[in-house]
């Protein structure tokens, strides 16, 4: 039962509504879907062993040993084996910088403090790593039985961006994951939900075609609808994990600590690493400290308007289903935490002492030095090239300028001196470039998004009408223009005309699911008609093809969409050869690898949709498309010589 995103969507509003409205019973559902799993794989290896051993005891009753009786012995002991085998999954541990408690004693001060008061498990590994995050990890060492080895993940970037009240709160919130009966049994669920996936990918690489079609079939129903299950326990215990966060740090630590996340997050990604990147424009090395020029950044207050702005940006985010957590403004709502944008923004101010400082104490320095050496060895190399790369651009845009003063740029070498500006000079200087090129073509798509985006983020509204422009020429930033103007609105407080952009977005990526959907399959009652390419494209390809021996005979023509016919699909239909010592499953795998190698290897037309003419699903499945493509003009474009 595979689930697309519409019908996913649909399945978790009412399973949230089955949970808010019967708690229990929705726990006691979700509890028996996971044990239905355990109960199927029982139920193969029981009947397996049953058999097993009534092929023993009838061997030790008999006369004598006959060959059948041999053969399903051991027909069935390769069984057991390879089911045993298939089911018996491993977790790679997370990675990063051990933590002895000897070294950093208060971190583990607290841990304890937490785990004890939350009645936690012990932690058998605790690592820092230079992600903005804390985590908790639970690594099962029997796969499926169990007997979890835990780990705790904490963040430099973020002990760095939180003071140590704040700090404690996010262990509390991560430590609450293991806490109680409730958010164990949670935990369990979520490892089931992995192992089951560690299990069907592990059985379509093993290559046992018995134990994939014992097990796949099931898998393939079962996961999909387990997920959607445990999803929504997932979200409630999420809502539990800030409760527990509550009653260890009170409610105004633990939604600071929420609103700091959000916001330090966005001013790492977009304003600290940029500053670092934008020196690749002028030092040929990546910098020595940069997780020392991250302590002191985050340390100091936050410019206001970048404050305002990311906390803007966060507090209008809606829950989805991408992700199990809740939006900011639903945990804040349901800590009942209340307070203005002005008492938010306080939340900012300089840090005295950060977590870092206060629970890693003497060790802090050397950390730094650790991830700031090992950040730099990783990206020197890439850097150096990026560094190159600025050097020739400057170059060229040096020459574009130059050119420019003595005769008309071409539309072409106009856009390429605008984004060079933009690149290395910033939105400020890109704006009259962009202005002159849509005074020479009014409706060029990329000058007028660009620039409809710098106007927007100046509050200038004229910039809704260039990226409308833009839309209408190029139907790819449909999504992306609406979402950017949708937010202009609502921050201008036009939210009815912010609602319909929204909708406007919304409405074109269903569009984008069904014509998604449209082009992924072939169905019985789909139409062809003449591929439409040039004698020159139709030449290429059947060259391309001609370096197949296994290929005999290749069609192409075009499918008739219903959505974005504008844009079309091309089907490439190829007749392989078929040698009597393949197999079948030996055949199937072998289509698959022609097929990726087709796509992979080649220059194709665009949008192609590529299958087996001649492999069992298509001659099975009742489609006729030997017959549907013969009929259409000129649509075999390749024929092994020597073969009709």
């Known amino acids: 039962m595979a689930f697309n995103q519409e019908r996913f969507d649909k399945l978790i509003q009412k399973l949230e509504a089955f949970a808010n409205k019967q708690p229990h019973l929705y726990k006691l559902h979700v509890a028996v879907l996971a044990t239905l799993g355990y109960a199927y794989i029982l139920l193969v290896l029981t009947v397996t062993l049953t058999l097993l051993v009534g092929i023993v005891f009838s061997m030790l009753n008999a006369q004598s040993i006959s060959n059948k009786s041999l053969t399903g012995l051991l027909f069935l002991l390769t069984l057991a084996f390879v089911l045993l085998r298939s089911l018996w999954v491993s977790f790679p541990p997370p990675t990063g910088l051990p933590l002895q408690s000897k070294d950093v004693p208060n971190l583990y001060c607290l841990i304890n403090e937490i785990s004890s008061k939350l009645k936690a498990p012990e932690f058998h590994h605790i690592l820092l790593t230079n992600d903005f995050n804390a985590a908790v990890v639970q690594i099962p060492r029997l796969g499926l039985l169990g007997w979890q080895q835990n780990y705790l993940i904490v963040g430099l970037p973020l002990m760095l961006a939180l003071p140590p009240e704040q700090f404690r709160a996010v262990l509390a919130h991560e430590l609450g994951h293991l806490s109680g009966n409730h958010s164990r049994f949670s935990g369990w669920i979520y490892r089931q939900r992995e192992t089951w996936y560690r299990i069907l990918k592990g059985l379509q690489q093993s290559g046992h075609d018995l134990s994939l079609l014992i097990f796949q079939l099931f898998l393939i129903w079962y996961i999909p609808f387990f997920n959607a299950y445990s999803f929504v326990l997932a979200r409630m215990d999420e809502y539990e994990a800030d409760r527990c966060a509550v009653d260890l740090t009170g409610e105004q630590n633990t939604a600071k600590a929420l609103i700091s996340l959000e916001v330090k997050s966005r001013f790492l990604e977009r304003y600290f690493w940029s500053s670092i990147y934008k020196q690749i424009q002028t030092e040929i090395e990546p910098p020595k400290m940069t997780y020392m020029d991250m302590r002191q950044a985050l340390s100091q207050r936050l410019h206001q308007e970048i404050t305002s702005t990311y906390l803007s940006e966060a507090l209008t985010e809606k829950t989805n289903n991408a992700d199990t957590h809740p939006c900011l403004t639903d945990r804040l709502k349901a800590l009942g935490y209340i307070a203005d944008t002005q008492k938010k923004l306080a939340i900012f101010a300089p840090i005295e002492i950060s977590a870092a400082e206060e629970f890693l104490g003497d060790k802090l320095e050397s950390f730094i030095d650790y991830f700031s050496q090992n950040w730099r060895e990783k990206i020197a190399t890439p850097w150096r090239q990026k560094y190159a790369e600025f050097q020739k651009s400057i170059a060229t845009l040096k020459d574009l300028n130059h050119k420019s003063q003595k005769q008309q740029l071409t539309l072409e070498e106009a856009s390429q001196r605008a984004f060079l500006t933009l690149e290395l000079e910033g939105e400020e200087a890109v704006i009259p470039l962009l202005q002159e090129i849509i005074h ?205």
Request: hydrophobic share 35%; charged share 25%; proline share 2%.
């Open 440 to 644: 020479h073509d009014a409706y060029h798509a990329s000058a007028n998004y660009l620039l409809g985006q710098i106007l927007l983020k100046k509050q200038d509204a004229t910039g809704i009408e260039y990226i409308e422009k833009a839309i209408e020429q190029d139907s790819s930033i449909v999504i992306g223009g609406c979402q950017i103007i949708c937010y202009f609105l609502k921050n201008q407080g036009k939210n009815n005309e912010a609602k319909s952009y929204q909708e406007r977005a919304e409405n074109y990526h269903k569009l984008i699911l069904k014509a998604q959907k449209e082009r992924s399959s072939l169905k019985k009652n789909d139409k062809f008609h003449h591929h439409n390419l040039s004698e020159i494209e139709v030449n290429k390809l059947r060259q391309q093809l001609s370096h197949y021996p296994q290929i005999i005979t290749a069609y192409l023509v075009q499918k008739n969409l219903q959505y974005f016919p504008e844009k079309p699909l091309y089907v490439l239909a190829v007749k392989r050869g078929f040698s009597f010592w393949e197999g079948s499953r030996i055949y199937e795998a072998d289509s698959s690898k022609l097929v990726n190698s087709l796509l992979e290897e080649n220059e194709l037309p665009g949008n192609v949709f590529i299958f087996i003419l001649n492999s069992s699903f298509i001659l099975n499945s009742n489609l006729n498309m030997d017959k549907k493509l013969k009929r259409i003009p000129n649509s075999m474009i390749y024929q092994k010589k020597g073969k009709k």
